[in-house]
C-alpha cells in the first residue's frame, strides 16, 4: 500500500534543498530560466513561497511510503518518494494545488504517484476543499499521462515561439 507520512524536520531539510534544485534545472530545460540565473531564481521563489519554511501555513510536505510486504512478509515501509501540497486562494476560491511529486527513479511505473494522488484526495477533502490543481511543464510527457490517466483536465496553456535574435534589429 502506498501511504503519505508527514515529513520530519530532517527529511524536510534534505527535501528544500533538492526541489529547489529540481525546479532550478527543470526552468532551464523549459526555457524559462537562464542557466546562470536559474538557483538563484529557484532560492527566491522558494523563499517566497515558503516565507516560515516547513511551517508556512496551508502548505503541508509528505513522504510517499510502500508499505507493502516483502518476499519474507516483512513490511518494507520504504520511502518512495515526495509530495508538496498547499492550500491557495484565488479570488476567494480555495482549492489544493500540488507544488512538487517525485518518486525515486528505483520505484517508478509501479502506481505510487497513482495510488499517492488518491491518498491525496482524501486528505484534501479533510481540508474541505473539492478540487485539486497543478502545473506541468510541456516536456513532461509522463507526468501528464499520469495526470490525464487520473482525470484531470488542461485549463489553460502558455505558449512561446523562440524567433531569431539579431544585434542589429530592423523594424
Ligand atoms: C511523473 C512521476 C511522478 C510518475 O510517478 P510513477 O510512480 O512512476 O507513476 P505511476 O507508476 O503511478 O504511473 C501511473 C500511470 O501514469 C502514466 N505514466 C507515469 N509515468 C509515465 C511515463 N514516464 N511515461 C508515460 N506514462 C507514464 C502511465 O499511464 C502509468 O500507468 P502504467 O505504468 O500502467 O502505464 C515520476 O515519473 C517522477 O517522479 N518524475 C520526475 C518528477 C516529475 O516529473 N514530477 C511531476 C512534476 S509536474
Not at 501528464?144 to 488542461?154: D, F, P, R
Request: no cysteine; aromatic share 10%.
Amino acid at each position: 500500500m502506498t501511504t503519505l507520512v508527514a515529513m520530519t524536520a530532517d527529511f524536510f531539510s534534505r527535501y528544500l534543498a533538492q526541489a529547489i534544485g529540481g525546479y532550478a534545472a527543470q526552468n532551464v530545460e523549459s526555457g524559462r530560466s537562464a542557466p546562470e540565473e536559474a538557483m538563484a531564481q529557484s532560492e527566491l521563489e522558494h523563499r517566497r513561497l515558503l516565507p516560515q519554511g516547513q511551517s508556512t501555513p496551508d502548505h503541508y510536505f509528505f513522504e510517499i511510503r510502500d508499505d507493502d510486504r516483502d518476499s519474507n512478509d516483512r513490511s518494507r515501509n520504504i520511502t518512495v518518494g515526495t509530495l508538496w501540497v498547499a492550500v491557495i486562494d484565488k479570488g476567494g476560491v480555495r482549492s489544493a494545488y500540488i507544488y512538487n511529486i517525485e518518486i525515486d527513479p528505483a520505484y517508478r511505473r509501479q502506481g505510487h504517484a497513482k495510488r499517492a494522488f488518491v491518498a491525496l484526495e482524501s486528505f484534501v477533502e479533510t481540508l474541505g476543499l473539492s478540487t485539486i490543481g497543478l502545473h506541468v511543464f510541456a516536456f513532461n510527457r509522463g507526468a501528464q499521462a499520469l495526470y490525464e490517466s487520473l482525470g484531470y483536465v488542461v485549463t489553460g496553456l502558455n505558449m512561446q515561439k523562440k524567433i531569431r535574435s539579431s544585434d542589429h534589429p530592423q523594424y
